[in-house]
């Protein structure tokens, strides 16, 4: 994987100095940075693998409107997997995408009403259902049911072992014939329709299983997943038995960005989700299945050496969301040789960086950094500038830049 290697690593370095250097004017810190040639590639690759099968992009990986539209762009993916309602709204709005499934069942009444009375949206947007409780709260907020509501069922794809559950703690939807029974009150239901099921395999599609330094937990993990895609071919199979009499559905979508092989080599699945994929944050560098490209950056400059083998920079302290562990932390990336310490790790104003690398930085210099999780980063900037070589060729708003905070 050259380029999780040290000579990558620099060379990386080279040509983000490079780009920042030939700018205009001064950049404002941190600098987000998307290398549009490993995000192409990437994407490349995920067709690839997805061997003809649509892919959903997973708009809460990204958070960058014009990264969404380049993935659209790209024969092999269809449509958006987005994580709000709100979201998905302004996506249809904006003509991003005329198909965009939510993820996760909402309760937002305010989005559901704008939702019930828009033709427009309504025809283009799917909102996630696992109780019919979520129903209630769409029939709560309208007066009729001119505007039909389309569904989709989300299904528990979690392993189930001796009684304990790994995996996502989603739906509750488990067992066919208690998909089979909320699939009927859907369809007995005036105003909704029911057009598609999502079973997402987080264990199997979001945990790493080749990690250098984890020989023994990987083949555990590598395991785990084993037992998880057998059982949860099954049970897609028998849910699908189940359904199949009931109603002729739009869509199955199914696993991410770690999963997509095996995802799509189910005959059930319709269509597969990924995002991470795409810009590879730290948590996706080591799977046995794919070796993407890391695509997304941010820069933060030294601004104190209060010894010669410390460099301190200014912020950068963007922690990933999850169980709290190192693996959260973001990971000085560029040049190589630099590390967080333990007692300070990556702090919110200032970041102390030691390692071999430390003491041949001069204040100014900008460290790059990857953050863990796809997309997190973004939440915290408002612009990111594309990479293509030694050259930046775009400024582009995140949703935050468009004023926008789903």
Known sequence: MTHLDDVGRNRLWARLSAAVAAAEGDLPTPVAVVDLDAFDANAADLVRRAAGKPI?????????????????????????????LREALWLEEQGISEDVLVAYPTVDR??????????????????MV???AHLDVVDSVRS??????????????GLRVRGQHVGPKRSPLHEADRVASLARQVLERPGFRLVGVMTYEGQVAGVPDDVPTQRARSAVVRG????????????????????????????????GSGSVETTVADPVVTEVAAGSGLLVPTLFDHYRSFDPRPAAFYGVPVVRRPSPDVATVHGGGFVASGAAGRDRLPTPWAPAGLRLTGLEGAGEVQTPLVGPTAGRLAIGDLVWF?????????????????????????????????????
Do not use: C, M
């Open 56 to 84: 959903r992009v997973a708009s809460k990986s990204l958070r960058v409107p014009d990264l969404v539209r380049r993935a659209l762009a790209t024969d092999g993916f269809a449509g958006v997997l987005g994580y709000t």
């Open 110 to 127: 305010t989005a559901l009403a704008r939702l019930v009375a828009s033709p427009a949206a309504a025809a283009h947007i799917t909102v």
């Open 130 to 132: 696992d109780d019919v």
């Open 144 to 157: 009729s049911h001119a505007v039909p509501v389309r569904v989709a069922l989300e299904v528990d794809a």
């Open 224 to 255: 785990l997943k084993a037992a998880s895609r057998t059982q949860l071919s099954q049970r897609r199979r028998a849910v699908a038995d189940a359904l199949r009499p009931l109603v002729d559905l739009e869509l199955w979508n199914g696993g």
């Open 370 to 406: 990857r953050h863990a999780k796809s997309g997190e980063l973004f939440e915290h900037t408002d612009r990111v500038h594309l990479l293509r070589g030694e050259r930046f060729v775009e400024e582009v708003p995140t949703y935050r830049g468009h004023g926008l905070v789903f």
